[in-house]
């Protein structure tokens, strides 16, 4: 078994093998969602491209599947899939094809994250004796948002959107999220400007003129979809309901510019300890979607 770049002939098959990973569970996790075409749009939207990102399983000159690798940055980048045909998914392939792509990418010295559903446990114990250690668990929430439905905004707090241009603010947004989030460890404000350029949206709450509660989304307008990446307050402005008002704020203001012919998903990761969180987002009409652990190695 190895690992070749995608050329233009092979799109066919790619296209079969992201149809395959929505039609079995375990198959093809952390894929973007619909087919070839809504792929390459979500990932021109991140200035990405399929041949850089994806590659086929072969054996000899037979297409076994695909697996992907996206860079998040120059320290770290995701595992996508594998994804294969049903006869060859075995846990052996699997394991064969995530080591190829490790070998591929070690000599960049990247952090690798690896999404499994956490229903599937052999598959997680295969990897945990293999070198990746389980670095958290999350829940995936969705809500549908409807057209001509406008999410109530309930808001009397000044709330902004921020832009690079406000460097004061986004430092402090920063600030913010090194506090209050675990995953925000070893980022900085470079990350914010990354953010920024790949089409993300800011928004942040203000109390006595200081930043107290902050949050970063997504929306693919071509595709009807988009997801939330961070939402933090700090801590001193916590259960004074901020959290809750720039939900508001984001929600009213995508369901008020909505395309019909969308399913219109909004979708979001959390940790899986985080209970208030959880809640929150169930009562602004949020439900579970999946859970998984992230695994990580070098």
């Known amino acids: 078994m190895y690992l070749s770049n995608i050329t233009d002939i092979d799109h066919s098959f790619l296209n079969e093998m992201l149809k395959l990973s929505y039609s079995h569970n375990n198959l093809g996790f952390g894929f973007p969602r619909g087919d070839l075409k809504d792929v390459e749009n979500e990932m021109n939207e991140n200035n990405q491209k399929i041949n850089d990102c994806f590659y086929m399983i072969k054996d000899r000159d037979e297409n076994l599947g695909i697996i992907g690798f996206m860079e998040i940055d120059i320290k770290r980048g995701i595992i996508i899939g594998p994804v294969m045909k049903k006869k060859y998914y075995t846990y052996e392939n699997i394991l064969e094809s995530i ?151 984001i929600l009213y203001k995508l369901s008020t510019a909505l395309k019909g012919e969308h399913l219109n998903y909004f979708y979001l990761d959390l940790d899986a300890r985080n209970e208030k969180a959880y809640n929150l987002y169930r009562k602004k009409g949020f439900e579970f979607d999946y859970s998984d652990n992230v695994y990580r190695s070098y």
């Open 99 to 249: 080591n190829q792509l490790r070998y591929m990418y070690k000599y960049k010295e990247k952090l690798i994250s690896f999404d499994v559903l956490k229903e599937n446990t052999q598959l997680c114990k295969v990897l945990e004796e293999n070198g990746f250690q389980l670095a958290s668990s999350h829940i995936s929430m969705k809500m549908k948002l409807y057209q001509n439905k406008p999410y109530a905004m309930k808001s009397d707090k000044l709330i902004c959107t921020a832009s690079r241009e406000a460097a004061d603010i986004l430092l402090q947004i920063d600030k913010l999220f090194k506090e209050t989030l675990e995953d925000w460890v070893e980022e900085d404000i470079d990350s914010l400007y990354e953010y920024i350029e790949q089409g993300y949206e800011m928004a942040y709450l203000l109390h006595d003129d200081n930043v107290a509660g902050a949050i970063i989304w997504i929306w693919f307008e071509k595709l009807g979809y988009g997801r939330i990446e961070y939402l933090a307050v700090a801590k001193s402005e916590q259960r004074k309901g901020y959290g809750s008002e720039l939900l508001d704020f």
